[in-house]
């Protein structure tokens, strides 16, 4: 039969956020002059556009002591380490997702991942404000299937 159809991975094989077969790359990109270091789950290739994984659901956190034309100092940079963890945590408790990116400049780091139509993003929001004493944290989630954003970071 022609055209040949690619079978989709079945959604039940994707691995924990917290695995740790999960292969990422780094980049570093100029935005107005200004470094943005993309890291990317390389793992992530096989699952772009994935039809049960529609929604882009992206935390941002805005630097305490922003750097403009620069990256977070080291010691607030700990500390977004450790919210990322939070973050993984929160969500891999409550729903599949893949853990797409991580985009960093001088004023804030974005954690952005692929999940499932339905996913209750407000509990997972309120569970992350409330682990996490030291940062805003800020909540974004839209329809994305074909993975745009994904495509268009991930070299």
């Known amino acids: 039969m022609w055209p040949f159809k690619h079978k989709q991975l079945d959604i039940s094989t994707l691995p924990k956020l ?4 999960h292969s990422w790359g780094v980049v570093q990109a100029d935005v107005n002059s200004s470094p943005l270091i993309i890291r990317y789950n390389e ?6 556009g994935h ?3 529609p929604i882009k659901l992206g935390f ?8 403009e034309g620069g990256l977070p100092h080291p010691d607030e940079n700990e500390q977004l ?3 990322e963890d939070i973050v993984v945590r929160e969500i891999e408790a409550r729903t599949q997702s893949l853990h797409a990116m991580v985009l960093t400049t001088g004023v804030m780091k974005e954690f952005v991942f692929y999940i499932p139509k339905g996913t ?7 569970a992350i404000q409330s682990a996490v004493t ?16 994904y495509r268009q970071f991930a070299p």
């Open 134 to 149: 030291t940062h805003e944290i800020q909540c974004m989630a839209i329809n994305e299937p074909k993975w745009d954003s």
């Open 51 to 53: 039809p049960e994984l």
């Open 81 to 83: 380490n450790d919210i």
């Open 18 to 21: 917290s695995d740790d077969s």
């Open 43 to 48: 793992s992530a290739r096989s699952w772009v």
């Open 60 to 67: 941002a956190i805005p630097l305490n002591s922003p750097n």
């Open 120 to 126: 209750d993003i407000k509990s997972i929001h309120e």
